[in-house]
Protein backbone atom coordinates (compact mmCIF):
# COMPACT_ATOMS: atom_id res chain seq x y z
CA UNK A 1 0.00 0.00 0.00
CA UNK A 2 1.44 3.48 -0.78
CA UNK A 3 0.12 7.42 0.07
CA UNK A 4 1.24 9.69 -2.40
CA UNK A 5 0.25 13.46 -0.63
CA UNK A 6 0.44 16.38 -3.02
CA UNK A 7 -0.46 20.23 -3.43
CA UNK A 8 2.15 21.78 -0.81
CA UNK A 9 3.50 24.89 -1.84
CA UNK A 10 3.89 28.32 -0.94
CA UNK A 11 1.02 30.67 -0.07
CA UNK A 12 0.77 34.59 1.54
CA UNK A 13 -1.14 34.68 4.24
CA UNK A 14 -4.38 34.14 3.99
CA UNK A 15 -4.04 32.45 1.07
CA UNK A 16 -5.48 28.55 0.07
CA UNK A 17 -3.95 25.41 -0.71
CA UNK A 18 -5.47 21.95 -1.29
CA UNK A 19 -3.81 19.03 -0.44
CA UNK A 20 -4.74 15.53 -2.16
CA UNK A 21 -3.53 12.06 -0.61
CA UNK A 22 -4.61 8.72 -3.12
CA UNK A 23 -4.15 5.19 -1.70
CA UNK A 24 -2.70 2.40 -3.69
CA UNK A 25 -2.03 -0.99 -3.84
CA UNK A 26 -3.96 -4.34 -2.29
CA UNK A 27 -6.31 -2.65 -0.27
CA UNK A 28 -9.48 -4.09 0.98
CA UNK A 29 -10.96 -1.31 2.91
CA UNK A 30 -9.90 1.85 4.34
CA UNK A 31 -11.21 3.29 8.17
CA UNK A 32 -10.07 6.25 8.98
CA UNK A 33 -8.09 8.73 7.16
CA UNK A 34 -6.10 11.81 8.44
CA UNK A 35 -3.59 14.44 7.69
CA UNK A 36 -1.30 15.67 10.42
CA UNK A 37 1.78 18.16 10.38
CA UNK A 38 5.10 18.28 12.10
CA UNK A 39 6.61 22.25 12.14
CA UNK A 40 10.48 22.41 12.80
CA UNK A 41 11.18 21.87 15.97
CA UNK A 42 7.68 20.33 17.18
CA UNK A 43 6.27 17.34 17.52
CA UNK A 44 3.96 16.16 14.97
CA UNK A 45 0.43 16.40 15.72
CA UNK A 46 -2.98 15.38 13.83
CA UNK A 47 -4.79 18.10 12.29
CA UNK A 48 -7.79 16.55 11.05
CA UNK A 49 -9.34 13.13 10.63
CA UNK A 50 -12.23 11.47 8.85
CA UNK A 51 -13.87 8.32 9.93
CA UNK A 52 -15.23 5.69 7.08
CA UNK A 53 -18.83 7.11 7.57
CA UNK A 54 -17.55 10.78 6.98
CA UNK A 55 -17.36 12.09 10.93
CA UNK A 56 -14.55 14.91 11.08
CA UNK A 57 -12.79 16.10 14.05
CA UNK A 58 -9.71 18.58 13.80
CA UNK A 59 -7.29 20.55 16.31
CA UNK A 60 -8.26 23.34 17.69
CA UNK A 61 -6.13 25.54 16.02
CA UNK A 62 -7.12 24.68 12.45
CA UNK A 63 -11.46 24.76 13.26
CA UNK A 64 -13.28 26.78 10.94
CA UNK A 65 -10.17 27.45 7.94
CA UNK A 66 -9.49 23.88 7.16
CA UNK A 67 -11.53 21.17 5.46
CA UNK A 68 -11.28 17.31 5.69
CA UNK A 69 -12.95 15.10 3.22
CA UNK A 70 -12.25 11.87 0.90
CA UNK A 71 -13.65 10.36 -2.26
CA UNK A 72 -13.80 6.66 -0.98
CA UNK A 73 -14.16 5.14 -4.78
CA UNK A 74 -10.88 6.89 -5.16
CA UNK A 75 -9.09 6.18 -1.98
CA UNK A 76 -8.19 9.35 -1.53
CA UNK A 77 -8.51 12.40 0.82
CA UNK A 78 -8.33 15.96 0.94
CA UNK A 79 -7.57 18.88 2.87
CA UNK A 80 -8.72 22.10 1.77
CA UNK A 81 -6.87 25.11 3.95
CA UNK A 82 -8.11 28.58 4.09
CA UNK A 83 -7.21 32.07 5.89
CA UNK A 84 -3.57 30.53 5.79
CA UNK A 85 -1.65 31.39 8.66
CA UNK A 86 2.51 31.28 9.21
CA UNK A 87 1.94 29.08 11.95
CA UNK A 88 0.28 26.78 9.87
CA UNK A 89 3.77 26.49 8.27
CA UNK A 90 4.87 22.39 8.66
CA UNK A 91 5.09 19.15 6.37
CA UNK A 92 1.99 17.34 6.31
CA UNK A 93 1.60 13.83 6.21
CA UNK A 94 -1.44 11.91 5.19
CA UNK A 95 -2.49 9.01 6.87
CA UNK A 96 -5.04 5.90 5.91
CA UNK A 97 -5.96 3.12 8.56
CA UNK A 98 -5.87 0.54 5.78
CA UNK A 99 -7.19 -3.04 5.97
CA UNK A 100 -5.65 -5.32 2.83
CA UNK A 101 -7.61 -8.70 2.97
CA UNK A 102 -11.13 -9.03 5.38
CA UNK A 103 -9.37 -11.18 7.42
CA UNK A 104 -6.20 -8.43 8.50
CA UNK A 105 -5.96 -6.58 11.52
CA UNK A 106 -5.83 -2.75 10.29
CA UNK A 107 -2.69 -1.46 9.88
CA UNK A 108 -1.59 2.56 9.35
CA UNK A 109 0.31 3.94 6.56
CA UNK A 110 1.77 7.15 5.73
CA UNK A 111 2.58 9.13 2.79
CA UNK A 112 5.67 11.05 2.14
CA UNK A 113 4.77 14.45 3.05
CA UNK A 114 4.06 17.83 1.67
CA UNK A 115 5.54 20.83 2.86
CA UNK A 116 3.25 23.89 3.18
CA UNK A 117 5.02 27.38 3.76
CA UNK A 118 2.99 30.48 4.52
CA UNK A 119 4.60 33.53 4.31
CA UNK A 120 3.74 36.65 6.30
Known amino acids: VQLQASGGGLVQAGGSLRLSCAASGSIYSINAMSWYRQAPGKQRELVAV???????NYVDSVKGRFTISRDSAKNTVYLQMNSLKPEDTAVYYCNADVRITWYNSPHDYWGQGTQVTVSS
Open 50 to 56: ITKGGIT
